[in-house]
């Protein structure tokens, strides 16, 4: 195992790292952010998500008040399987050194992933305390270090769990009140082309190699009013989390010679503000919606420190992301419901910062879902998603802040879609023990 102080100098890599982990996002949600949260939500684009009266638990996430007053213990388990696509094509490519570097593209530079997300809650009289655990940052990309952009990004990947204990107040009929404390923990890993030096007999090209941990502390707050029997709305902010990261930066050389030197950076993951509604219209119909707020503009410029010295820039110049969703819920029977969802998503990337580290693009939302409960206790989730991005162009040029060693790179990001697949399980225990449950007859 390593010491403390190997840990610590590990924790910064991934500062170096996100100048590149911005490459092949997944595409499920705006900039690095992974929606994937709830089995129940995503057959709604999570359409009413940050509001109560669903049977899901996943709300709290986004908003702590949003919980059911159900006493005793309830409990669910979520995953997500997200299966993207994303092609970039070159039409121009050069090194640092104006040497051509062809029109190789990358088919697809995403990956599929799993996601779990878990969650409790203990109600009592007026209180209802939570838990959850999931994964709300998150990417994988992979490409050949052949390819004509391999200066912008090779293979990189970021792990990310989020820890929550949250704590919920019905202050009357028409108001609950929550907060939450977050614990986030990272970890990355990234390869990528890079010149490491120039003498006479012209540059030195490797690689470069960063892994890194890091964790943050961040906070979130909500209200739900109850406007009409039926009718709720929900608000919930979750606030940033931000990380100073000390580290190691190893360059890897064709003639397998190896180097290490320090990194420092700093990041601000960005705060977040979810507005739902859901009302109930009939004995079968509920219609829902969100609105969601991510200040993605925090994100303007990454610099890597090392050595006491700036080693890298990228240019980020991200604008606010916005995310909105419609969605509708009916009830076949005692045992059935059914749900589907519209959202559209603006990126936060704008196209003069469009790059491999972070081929984001607006994108469509198409889901449906169901949930059938086996007994009053006992239930199942299950939710589909696909998502149509964008195409949209990649103009990377040597004279841009940060860009002098990476060359330039002209191409577009297209054949931009998201397959996602969730299922979850609920139980629910009362306050004196296990419910034996009996079954719902038709």
């Known amino acids: 195992m390593p010491s403390s102080s190997i840990f610590a100098r590990r924790v910064g890599g991934i500062a170096a790292s996100l100048t590149v982990l911005f490459a092949g996002h997944t595409a499920q949600a705006g900039g690095f952010n992974l929606r994937e949260q709830s089995s129940y939500y995503q057959g709604t684009s999570y359409a009413g998500y940050a509001t109560s009266g669903g049977a899901g638990l996943a709300s709290m996430y986004w908003n702590p008040a949003a919980v059911n007053f159900t006493p005793g213990l309830s409990v669910e388990q979520n995953f997500s399987l997200v299966m993207p696509h994303a092609s970039i094509d070159v039409y121009r490519a050069t090194n640092a050194f104006g040497s051509n570097l062809g029109n190789l593209g990358v088919g697809n530079i995403t990956k599929s992933g799993l996601l779990p997300s878990g969650y409790a809650a203990y109600g009592w009289d007026n209180m209802v305390m939570g838990l959850s655990l999931n994964s709300p940052y998150g990417l994988v990309t992979k490409a050949n270090c052949n390819w004509a952009g391999a200066y912008y990004g090779c293979k990189s990947s970021i792990f990310d769990v989020n820890g929550q204990v949250s704590l919920a107040y019905k202050v009357n009929d028409w108001l609950v009140l929550g907060g939450s404390v977050n614990i986030n923990y990272f970890h990355a890993h990234l390869d990528n082309a890079q010149i490491l030096g120039v003498s006479a007999a012209g540059p030195t090209i490797g690689s470069a190699q960063v892994i890194g941990d890091s964790l943050g502390v961040g906070f979130g707050l909500g209200a739900v009013f109850t406007l009409a029997p039926g009718t709720t709305v929900g608000v919930g902010y979750r606030s940033a989390v931000k990380q100073s990261l000390d580290g190691d930066l190893n360059l890897l050389f064709m003639n397998n010679q190896f180097a290490q030197r320090s990194a420092r950076a700093d990041i601000t993951l960005p705060d977040q503000i979810s507005a739902s509604f859901r009302s109930q219209l009939d004995e079968k119909w509920t219609v829902l919606g969100s609105l969601e707020w991510t200040n993605w503009s925090v994100l303007k410029q990454l610099e890597i420190m090392s ?54 693009t607006n994108r469509t939302w198409f889901s449906a879902g169901a949930t059938y409960w086996f007994s009053p206790q006992f239930s199942a989730d299950l939710g589909y998603s696909f998502i149509l991005g964008e195409k949209s162009p990649i103009d990377q040029y040597q004279l841009a802040p940060g860009n002098m060693s990476r060359g330039n790179l002209i191409g577009e990001v297209n054949n931009g879609y998201v397959h996602i697949v969730s299922a979850g399980l609920r139980y629910r225990f009362d306050s004196s023990g296990l419910v034996q449950p009996e079954l719902i007859t038709k």
């Open 307 to 360: 050595e006491g010295k700036p080693a890298s820039l990228l240019d980020l110049e991200w604008k606010d992301g916005w995310f909105f969703s419609a969605g509708v819920e009916y009830l076949w029977d005692a045992n059935l419901a059914l749900r589907a969802g519209v959202a559209y998503e603006l990126t936060p990337v704008p196209d003069k910062t469009r790059s491999p580290r972070m081929p984001d």
